[in-house]
């Protein structure tokens, strides 16, 4: 079974920018949470999405928005970027339901200039 | 609210011996946890998980975890490392009602001398 893929995994962009990162998760598999790692802040959670309905929201601005599809496939976009927004994005998807781990993609690097 | 707390941020081992990694949660009820290994320029990959039942699971690649709820810990162990287990090793929360939002450690990076 194919895994969770992630496109771009690379992506530049400048300030003022948007940006559209893709998440595909795995076949079977309904939920899909987005995170974002820094060196600073670490992993924190973005948000969570089930059946084209987001269910769980982390602390970030408005600017981070997602969508999920009806195949499952998720996106996330990042408006107005801002140099603070540098990062690896990585997505998650599980199962639905309780105590279902998450498995993950291997991440869209983000660099914004 | 819910934390994670990996007090050591970096490790150093030799290659054979044993090794231990520490992890604290703060969390209201029985939590779900887990450790998650990522290797450089990569995504994360889950060792191991602990929702009930025996305190002492088993994992992929040798590495084991005991849950102390006395303690509010959940340490990952590994008798004998190898080289490749050189990465970054995250422990995390996850809230009871989905597990699907996880609240992460800072990480404890770990080296291998040979």
């Known amino acids: 079974k194919a895994g969770v893929t992630q496109t771009p995994r690379y992506l530049i962009k400048t300030r003022g920018q948007q940006v559209t990162l893709s998440c595909s998760p795995i076949?079977?598999?309904?939920?899909v949470s987005w995170y974002q790692q820094t060196p600073g802040q670490g992993l924190q959670f973005l948000f969570e999405?089930?059946?084209?309905?987001?269910?769980n929201k982390g602390n970030f601005p408005g600017r981070f928005s997602g969508r999920q599809f009806s195949n499952s496939r998720s996106e996330m976009n990042v408006s107005t970027l801002e140099l603070g927004d540098s990062a690896l994005y990585l997505c998650?998807?599980?199962?639905?339901?309780?105590?279902?781990?998450?498995?993950f993609g291997p991440g869209t690097r983000l660099t914004v200039l | 609210a819910q934390s994670v707390t990996q007090p050591d941020i970096h490790i150093t081992v030799s290659e054979g011996a044993s090794l231990e990694l520490r992890c604290n949660y703060s969390y209201g009820a029985t939590p779900y946890l887990f450790w998650y290994v990522q290797s450089p320029g990569q995504g994360l990959q889950l060792l191991l998980k602990y929702f009930s039942g025996d305190t002492l699971v088993q994992g992929i690649k040798g590495f084991e975890a005991e849950f102390k709820r006395s303690q509010s810990s959940f340490n990952l162990r590994k008798p004998s490392v190898h080289w490749s287990d050189a990465a970054e090793y995250f422990c995390?929360?996850?809230?009871?009602?989905?597990?699907?939002?996880?609240?992460f450690g800072t990480g404890t990076r770990l080296q291998v001398t040979l």
């Open positions: 999405y089930f059946s084209e309905t987001q269910r």
């Open positions: 076949s079977g598999h309904r939920s």
């Open positions: 998650a998807s599980s199962l639905l339901g309780p105590a279902r781990e998450q498995f």
């Open positions: 995390a929360v996850g809230s009871t009602g989905t597990a699907s939002k996880l609240t």
